[in-house]
């Protein structure tokens, strides 16, 4: 018809939760979901089952099993764009393609190291060519610093001592899909992450070779991507950290990722790792790192880049720049890994176990809980120790079913601190950074 718009699921249920109900799923409108019958039924038809716990289920939530991509998108008519990329798993799901940007769906989390293959993508700029000569690639140590420095890749390899970490590289705005209104930027669900073995050097001892001044206090990260409108001259991303997080012995310039030389797509042949913190700050194709006496200022640095509410803001409102901080630790996250979203069991499957992984920037989890009844009730799941400072801790659980049947899987974890997984995400802020809501995956039994 004739001026009608289209609108998806999530913009239906963002704007009126009880009519998109009725759309959806054929109720009366102001009924609430718990209480009318004829409801959960029309429901159980659309998710392709009944809903055991459908009394607990909240009003106005979209069922997991429509609200992310199942098992299998690509049998899809019109599912997500995977990604096709050398070297790369073709199940990633593409973001945007200028700049290229993919994320690893849950399922594909489930190793201990994430494999390179399925190592997410983040890209602020134009992919370099690969380096001809990897061991004369140059990294410039200068601003507040008595000596200057210029070294080699050989050079750090041979000048410094090495060290490999199981580290969790996160995207600043994963989980950004989960804001209600909308926020700017790459839709992430939760696969803006992977935790890889890195191998390199302390970031910290380059630095002190350089011999930094007392007015030193902050870094700038400049690397060999190129702008998008392809003007060498424009910087694509320059961002920095405080000297303390630069001197961390777990911050790195590494070479390799996996036991393997770092591949070009993820920075190679040298990048840097700032663990617990937004990915964008471990700069790829990283040739020069600036000391400053202040707070740096590079494209990436100010206004809403990369920043988050001092006080909570209104959802959707425009924001004042001066109510901004920078985003610095990550939020405590956690993913159920195996089963995989959408995941049919056979009639009569009275138990399913779980897999997953949770971390929490600069703190450790405490504790990972599992519902099957909408929240009702909490099992507490087993939980692993990391490798290292800054790796993920992987947990496992097993939960009973009542019967066949519809059920949702949610998963929260909580950090040292106490800090806990939302159920959805909060502190509203303009791009969407520090979404953690926890995450919950649909199981079909029967």
């Known amino acids: 018809m004739a001026g009608t718009t289209e609108r998806s699921l999530e913009e239906l249920y963002r704007d009126d939760a009880e ?113 001809k000569d990897p061991e004369k690639w140059t990294i410039k140590i200068d601003g507040e610093v008595n000596k200057p420095l210029e070294i080699t890749l050989g050079e750090l390899k041979s000048k410094f001592k090495a060290q490999t970490r199981r580290t969790v590289l996160e995207c600043g705005g994963n989980g950004r899909s989960a804001f209600t209104p909308t926020a700017r930027g790459n839709q992430w669900t939760n696969g803006g992450a992977g935790c890889a073995e890195w191998t390199g050097v302390r970031l910290g001892d380059v630095l002190k070779s350089a011999q930094p001044k007392s007015s030193a206090v902050y870094t700038a990260h400049y690397g060999s991507d190129v702008h998008l409108s392809g003007d060498a001259k424009r910087e694509t991303l320059s961002r920095g950290a405080r000297l303390a997080k630069a001197m961390d012995p777990e911050t790195m310039i590494v070479w390799a990722m996996n036991g393997q030389p770092l591949p070009n797509i993820h920075g190679g042949p040298v990048r840097l790792v700032y663990p617990g913190w937004a990915g964008s700050l471990s700069h790829k194709w990283v040739n020069r790192v600036t000391l400053r006496d202040k707070e740096h200022d590079g494209s990436g640095m100010t206004e809403f880049s990369y920043r988050v509410p001092i006080k909570p803001m209104v959802p959707g409102d425009k ?23 959408g995941t049919k069991a056979a009639a009569g499957t009275k138990e399913v176990k779980l897999r997953g992984a949770a971390w929490a920037g600069d703190n450790t989890v405490r504790q990972v809980d599992v519902s099957i009844d909408f929240g009702a009730t909490w099992q507490r799941a087993t939980l692993g120790k990391p490798k290292n400072k800054f790796d993920w801790q992987r947990w496992t659980a097993t939960v009973k079913l009542p019967s066949d049947g519809y059920f949702e899987i949610w998963a929260r974890a909580t950090d040292s601190k106490g800090a806990m997984q939302p159920h959805q995400a909060g502190f509203w802020n303009p791009q969407g950074y520090g979404g953690n809501a926890m995450h919950r995956i649909a199981v079909l039994v029967g």
């Open 19 to 131: 009519r998109a109900d009725s759309v959806v799923f054929g109720r009366k409108t102001g009924v609430d979901r718990r209480g009318f019958l004829g409801g959960a039924a029309a429901m159980g038809a659309v998710v392709g089952g009944a809903i055991p716990f459908a009394a607990n289920m909240p009003g106005g939530l979209i069922p997991a099993a429509l609200a992310q991509p199942a098992v299998a998108p690509a049998a899809a008519p019109k599912g997500p764009q995977l990604l096709k990329f050398p070297g790369k798993s073709e199940q990633l799901v593409v973001l945007g393609e200028r700049p290229l940007v993919a994320e690893t769906p849950e399922h594909l989390l489930d190793d201990d190291t994430t494999p390179t293959d399925k190592f997410y993508v983040r890209n602020n700029g134009l992919i370099p060519e690969a380096a």
């Open 319 to 341: 924001g004042d720049p001066k109510n901004m901080k920078i985003l610095e630790s990550m939020p405590v996250r956690s993913v159920i890994t195996s089963p995989a979203n």
